[in-house]
């Protein structure tokens, strides 16, 4: 239900941004929300975006990381910029369809998850 791309490699201090499409229009969706997971680490929460287009932006990343959608695209974007090696990492998106409960930047409010997309940041 959910797809992600616009992965790929870039050089330090370089931009990309990231796409998730959905499966219904995202306003449908309570919250919606990416994450990133580093080799050997956990997954870590990095934005949210709710319903009412309220956003949530993990402080590791606040200021360099903007989160939108577009209900008429069905898709959910996560705009990177200033990245660092250590942004490297397969990044996800994530819905909470309804009834999601905990931090918004948790992994355990959502339920439904896409396949990930590779970003690594080289020096």
């Known amino acids: 239900q959910l797809v992600e791309s616009g992965g790929g490699s870039v050089q330090a201090g370089g931009s990309l941004r990231l796409s998730c499409t959905t499966a219904?229009?995202?306003?449908?969706?309570?919250?919606l929300g990416w994450f990133r997971q580093a080799p050997g680490k956990e997954r870590q929460g990095v934005a949210a975006?709710?319903?009412?287009?309220?956003?949530t932006y993990a402080d590791s990343v606040k200021g360099r990381v903007f989160i939108s959608k577009d209900n008429a695209k069905n898709t959910l974007y996560l705009q990177r910029n200033s990245l660092e090696p250590e942004d490297t990492a397969i990044y996800y998106c994530?819905?909470?369809?309804?009834?999601?409960?905990?931090?918004?930047?948790?992994?355990?409010?959502?339920?439904?998850w896409g396949q990930g997309t590779q970003v690594t940041v080289t020096p």
């Open positions: 994530a819905a909470d369809v309804g009834g999601g409960s905990g931090p918004v930047l948790g992994t355990g409010r959502y339920d439904s």
């Open positions: 219904a229009a995202t306003y449908t969706y309570t919250y």
């Open positions: 975006i709710a319903w009412n287009e309220t956003t």
